[in-house]
């Protein structure tokens, strides 16, 4: 990794890391507030709101594995010279291990919270027997063989870690995280077994094997706490809008206007609701602003174009308005990622909410947020109906290949996107 890349890696362990402890503290709070068990069911704000811990959880958790797994894929096998990875994908590891202990920690006795966080939640993908699927990951033979060999492997580097720290703020922020929860990785034997033994008893295997959905799944090896997550379904995709297809794009983009992308196999798919789950706001020349779990930044276009299926939708508003949104995009270039999904502050942002904020207000233009876990949010979707009903957008082009090998516009195009894209 180059070293501009590894830093806003680290950075964006640091940042889950700090979304992972808030939700400790929101579950924490939570649990200590409802009284299902006089009832035996959740009110509609306590379901809201256990919903919503468990979305974003699910979020943040993706995020990680898709940190892990480009280190891996990055640099391979740990080295002096790679230090810096390792301490990024072990913190990361770290912070995954100790999420899904709190949870356990916190709810695992629970019937009534166990049972709700095992329901699918289909607008978000997430499966039934998720919340047992992740406790069975804890007690994995694999996964605690590799954790004790992540452990190894710190311990015995640990002089040159901290000494590579002394030379960099974010690895000693980074070494402030694995010295804070690391310990909770280190189980003994006997401990293990028991746990393995306790949740085999509340039969997680046979919930895991019938859950239909095709998971994102980790299991941590040699990389010192190193995921393999299945961040792609399916790990021989490369995704790619064809060369051809992004010639014509170029030649048809403005200032100002909005990218909805999907990518086929991707796990981020399945935790933001349908068939096109991102938006990328296009500021000009090759330049875009874009959220992504790194935080919200300038990318090139090689970003939205490193997608399966790619739409391009404009606000209907004047280049004097267009060029004012443009500005207030990149206002927002630097802030991190919102995990937690909450368009009421602006300091923390989701893809959508960087449309959202760079086009409110111009010429009129509105959007109306849907409540979704909880939060009232805009996806990505919401815009397409808008393109759709010629409310605040038009149709400019889509590439999806699911229906068509061209890029399609006019009534073509507007096919594709009824076809596509969920009724609200």
């Known amino acids: 990794m180059c070293d501009l890349e590894l830093e806003r890696t680290s950075q964006t362990v640091l940042d889950l890391a700090d979304h992972m402890n808030r939700l400790r503290e929101d579950a924490v709070t939570f649990r200590d507030s409802f009284a299902t068990g006089d009832r035996g069911y959740f009110s509609p704000t306590e379901d809201e709101q256990v919903t919503h811990l468990w979305v974003s959880y699910h979020q943040a958790r993706n995020a990680l594995l898709q940190v892990i797994d480009s280190i891996r894929s990055s640099v391979g096998e740990p080295t002096q010279e790679t230090a810096g990875?390792?301490?990024?994908?072990?913190?990361?590891?770290?912070?995954l291990v100790d999420a899904a202990r709190t949870l356990r920690d916190l709810f695992g006795d629970d019937v009534i919270v166990r049972r709700k966080l095992n329901e699918s939640f289909d607008l978000f993908g997430i499966a039934e027997g998720s919340f047992d699927a992740v406790q069975m990951s804890l007690t994995n033979f694999s996964?605690?063989?590799?954790?004790?060999r992540g452990n190894r492997f710190f311990?015995?580097?640990l002089t040159d870690l901290h000494k590579l720290a002394d030379t960099n703020e974010t690895y000693q922020k980074l070494l402030g995280v694995i010295d804070f929860i690391g310990e909770k990785t280190r189980v003994e034997h006997r401990s293990y077994i028991r746990a393995r033994a306790r949740d085999r008893t509340k039969h997680v295997v046979d919930k895991v094997i019938q859950s239909g959905l095709v998971r994102a799944v980790y299991a941590i090896q040699e990389w010192g706490g190193r995921v393999v997550g299945r961040v792609s379904t399916s790990l021989s995709h490369v995704p790619r809008i064809p060369l051809g297809i992004c010639d014509g794009i170029r030649g048809l983009i403005q200032p100002g206007d909005v990218f909805v992308t999907r990518k086929t196999y991707a796990a981020t798919n399945y935790f933001l609701p349908g068939y096109w789950p991102h938006a990328v706001f296009y500021i000009g020349g090759d330049e875009v602003v874009?959220?992504?779990?790194?935080?919200?930044?300038?990318?090139?276009?090689?970003?939205?174009?490193s997608n399966d299926a790619i739409v391009v939708i404009r606000?209907?508003?004047?280049?004097?308005?267009?060029?004012?949104?443009?500005?207030?995009?990149?206002?927002?270039?630097?802030?991190?990622?919102?995990?937690?999904?909450?368009?009421?502050?602006?300091d923390r942002l989701v893809c959508t909410e960087v449309v959202y904020r760079s086009l409110e207000g111009?010429?009129?233009?509105?959007?109306?947020l849907s409540r979704r876990a909880g939060r009232e949010t805009l996806s990505a979707e919401d815009l397409l109906r808008m393109a759709i009903s010629g409310e605040?957008?038009?149709?400019?082009?889509?590439?999806?290949?699911?229906?068509?090998?061209?890029?399609l516009v006019g009534a073509e195009m507007d096919r594709i996107l009824r076809a596509t894209v969920a009724c609200d």
């Open 85 to 95: 990875e390792f301490l990024a994908a072990y913190a990361a590891s770290v912070v």
């Open 143 to 148: 996964n605690a063989i590799g954790i004790k």
């Open 155 to 157: 311990d015995e580097h």
């Open 290 to 305: 874009e959220a992504q779990a790194d935080g919200v930044r300038r990318r090139t276009l090689d970003s939205p174009f």
């Open 315 to 346: 606000p209907k508003l004047d280049k004097l308005l267009c060029a004012e949104a443009v500005s207030r995009a990149t206002s927002h270039v630097g802030k991190p990622y919102d995990f937690d999904f909450d368009f009421t502050r602006g």
């Open 362 to 368: 111009l010429g009129g233009t509105q959007f109306v």
């Open 392 to 407: 605040r957008f038009e149709q400019v082009a889509v590439f999806c290949p699911d229906h068509d090998e061209g890029l």
